[in-house]
């Protein structure tokens, strides 16, 4: 296995990878969407992640222009969350049912954008 790190002159290990460049709608060419960026999980709470090679900085509520692969991205992020009930004989808890609970959701602002003219 090869090692991606390299020692620099103050004796820290640094990484050889590119640095990782943030996000700017304006640069990118692919196709965009308009939406409304909200954090379920975390209600007001920002969110900082890298999808692939990209940073992303969403704050609660933002309304920012997104390639649409991370908005698949991120609408299809979920956690389970398992429901329980006592049983009334023995007093116990046992599940009932999983269910999966999306952790972020991003809404287009104008659902016009989605429809796309055929000829």
Do not use: W
């Not at 007001?44 to 991205?73: C, T, W």
């Amino acid at each position: 296995m090869e090692d991606k790190t390299v020692e620099s002159e103050t004796g820290k290990k640094v990484s050889k990878r590119p640095p990782v460049k943030l996000y700017d709608p304006k640069k990118y060419k692919g196709k965009k969407l308009l939406i409304r960026f909200t954090h379920l999980e975390f209600p007001k709470a920002e969110l900082h992640f890298n999808y692939r090679g990209v940073k992303y900085e969403l704050a609660d509520s933002q309304e920012i222009s997104m390639p649409l692969e991370v908005i698949e991205h991120l609408n299809s992020l979920a956690v389970p969350e398992s429901k329980y009930e006592v049983d009334v004989a023995t007093g116990q808890l046992h599940k009932t049912d999983t269910v999966l609970r999306h952790r972020f959701s991003c809404i287009p602002v104008n659902l016009a954008q989605l429809v796309t003219k055929k000829v």
